[in-house]
């Protein structure tokens, strides 16, 4: 089996709910996404996407990716798809880091190799851990009042977890954040996201002002060594997310003893494959997980979907449905979402149907059509 064509598309995608806005002034209107389709051989299609939030809140930017796609994918033509792991090094060896340039490639990938092995992708990630996986609702940075109506509107939906934006002025947030826990009933899981916007000093002020609340927290600072100095003093539990690059990051998070759980992001990680390395090794070190990605349509939500159903429910904390932020539609049979909980389609590879014609042109068309 051999990769015979390659295409990428670039597209927008925008938010329903308006501008997504984390603390400093950072926001995005839209997903700016890069979808990849490879075809086979023998006639099969495989799926990948990538997309960034905005330019601000990885290393990645979609013209980037663009640019990047167009440098590996010829280096792609010929080789069979099934070797998931040989493709990856090849990636690291033609084009040195950016791994959210590889990302929807190694995705495609993922894909058709399991449509070739006429299973569906959480199989050959491990295996079905659960029919379902507990979705979370980001309550994203506003004034006080408005964040607070949000989280009793997505409680008073039927979600249980609130990841609320913090990591702008702390006095605010510690305003913000009580009146978020006081807005919604008891045994709300309320997750505290600085996306790395503090300073330890900063963090550790927001913590002891809200001792009293029940909250996870995710990121205060930008580095492994900051968040390991705020746990110390910190009597709830710690995730990681901005700081898990790749494995290295794993490592050290853990011989640190500097998080109880990791948020895995796909194309932060460099594709499907290298998060599910993570994820297995992050599963048996006894972390709490979470696999999700930077964003992107029903392609993206799907691969973060079977990532998720394969991670042992014991050990995973949440997922998310980015299909359902946007305006576009680029497939029939998406994960299917049920009050609070996501699942995957049936079928084969990541079981969505992509509508090709909703993609636009391709900027890049590689190989010969059977
Ligand atoms: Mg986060």
Not at 124 to 130: D, F, I, N, Q, Y
Not at 155 to 168: E, H, I, P, T
Not at 334 to 344: D, F, K, L, N, T
Request: proline content about 6%.
């Amino acid at each position: 089996m051999r990769i015979r064509t390659i295409k990428a598309y670039r597209m927008l995608q925008p938010f329903i709910d308006g501008p997504y806005k984390m603390s400093k002034g950072r926001q995005a209107d839209a997903f700016d996404a890069v979808i990849v389709s490879l075809t086979s051989d023998n006639g099969l299609t495989g799926w990948g996407e990538m997309a960034p939030l905005g330019t601000f809140y990885s290393e990645a930017f979609a013209a980037g990716a663009e640019a990047g796609i167009a440098e590996i994918a010829p280096h792609l033509l010929g080789r069979d798809p099934r070797a998931l792991t040989q493709i990856g090094r090849l990636m690291d060896i033609v084009f040195k880091g950016h791994p959210y340039v590889k990302s929807a490639l190694d995705m495609a990938c993922c894909d058709l190799a399991a449509r070739a092995a006429d299973a569906p992708l959480v199989t050959l990630l491990g295996g079905r851990e659960s029919e379902t996986a507990e979705l979370y609702k980001v309550v994203t940075h506003g004034p006080v009042d408005t964040m607070a109506k949000v989280a009793k509107r997505i409680v008073s939906d039927g979600f249980n977890r609130l990841q609320v934006k913090v990591g702008g002025d702390v006095r605010g947030d510690i305003e913000r954040v009580t009146a978020v826990a006081g807005a919604v009933p008891k045994g709300t899981v309320i997750f505290c996201d600085a996306n790395a916007g503090w300073t330890p000093f900063q963090a550790r002020q927001f913590a002891d002002a809200t001792r009293s609340l029940d909250y996870t927290f995710e990121q205060p600072c930008p580095t492994i060594d900051e968040c390991l100095s705020v746990r110390r003093s910190l009597d709830k539990p710690m995730v990681l997310d901005e700081s898990v690059t790749r494995l290295e990051d794993l490592l050290d998070i853990h011989r640190k003893g500097a998080a109880d759980g990791l948020t895995l992001k796909i194309s932060r990680i460099g594709g499907v494959s290298k998060t599910r390395n993570l994820r297995d090794l992050a599963v048996d070190l006894g972390f709490m997980v979470t696999v999700e990605d930077t964003g992107g349509a029903e392609i993206d939500t799907a691969a973060m979907a079977h990532l998720s159903l394969s991670t042992p429910e014991e050990r995973r904390l949440h997922a998310i449905a980015f299909h359902e932020w946007v305006t576009v539609k680029t497939a029939v049979k998406p994960p299917p979402v049920e009050g609070s909980r996501m699942g995957i389609p049936d079928g084969p590879g990541l079981g969505i149907d992509v509508l090709p014609e909703r993609l636009g042109e391709p900027f890049l068309e590689l190989g010969r059509s059977v």
